[in-house]
T-cell receptor, first 116, second 111 residues
Framework: EAGVTQFPSHSVIEKGQTVTLRCDPI?????LYWYRRVMGKEIKFLLH????????ESGMPNNRFLAERTGGTYSTLKVQPAELEDSGVYFC??????????????FGPGTRLTVL | GDSVTQMEGPVTLSEEAFLTINCTYT??????LFWYVQYPGEGLQLLLK?????DKGSNKGFEATYRKETTSFHLEKGSVQVSDSAVYFC??????????FGKGTLLTVNP
């Protein structure tokens, strides 16, 4: 079974440009999460999809970030326009849907975003 | 809100040394606790977990016990190997599904 995949693995852009990150979750996983790790800091939650619906987007930094999950399959995270402080590693994770308890989140390798 | 504090490191050990990485947490309710590991060039992998007080999670020789009285979940291994070199993250998961992570601890094991 394929794991969570993310594309690209690394992106270097100029301040003010637009970047779109993609995440393909494990097939059959209804839950999809985005997290971000800024250099030397914690990995922070950005948002959570259940299928195509945004369940929780409380961690999104501002309206320059837009996440979508078309048809409840893959997800994209667009940053427009990018700022220097957006640099970091963006992780995607997916898990089964469960009504109680915790379902293990499986993480992708991350996309390293560098804004110059 | 929920938070996790872990020993920041970096930690450098010789092979076969004993490892402890401290982790304490603040949370409402009864969270689950986790240790994730990120090997060089790879994504985060779940190393072990504990879902209630006094549970002990274990995997690959690593152990951690969920201590509610001290709000701690310290990671230990009796004899580290070079292949254990990685970044270790302590995390908690509440009823809202999202994970709250510590800052990560870089472990380097020298032969």
């Amino acid at each position: 079974e394929a794991g969570v995949t993310q594309f690209p693995s690394h992106s270097v852009i100029e301040k003010g440009q637009t970047v779109t990150l993609r995440c393909d979750p494990i097939s059959g996983h209804d839950n999809l999460y985005w997290y971000r790790r800024v250099m030397g800091k914690e990995i922070k939650f950005l948002l959570h999809f259940v299928k195509e619906s945004k369940q929780d987007e409380s961690g999104m930094p501002n309206n320059r970030f837009l996440a979508e999950r078309t048809g409840g399959t893959y997800s994209t995270l667009k940053v427009q326009p990018a700022e220097l402080e957006d640099s970091g590693v963006y992780f995607c994770a997916s898990s089964h849907w469960g009504t109680s308890g915790y379902n293990e989140q499986f993480f992708g390798p991350g996309t390293r975003l560098t804004v110059l | 809100g929920d938070s996790v504090t872990q020993m920041e490191g970096p930690v450098t050990l010789s092979e076969e040394a004993f490892l402890t990485i401290n982790c304490t947490y603040t949370a409402t309710g009864y969270p689950s606790l986790f240790w994730y590991v990120q090997y060089p060039g790879e994504g985060l992998q779940l190393l072990l977990k504990a879902t209630k007080a006094d549970d002990k999670g274990s995997n690959k020789g690593f152990e951690a016990t969920y201590r509610k009285e001290t709000t701690s979940f310290h990671l230990e291994k009796g004899s580290v190997q070079v292949s254990d070199s990685a970044v270790y993250f302590c995390a908690l998961g509440g009823s809202n599904y999202k994970l709250t992570f510590g800052k990560g601890t870089l472990l380097t094991v020298n032969p």
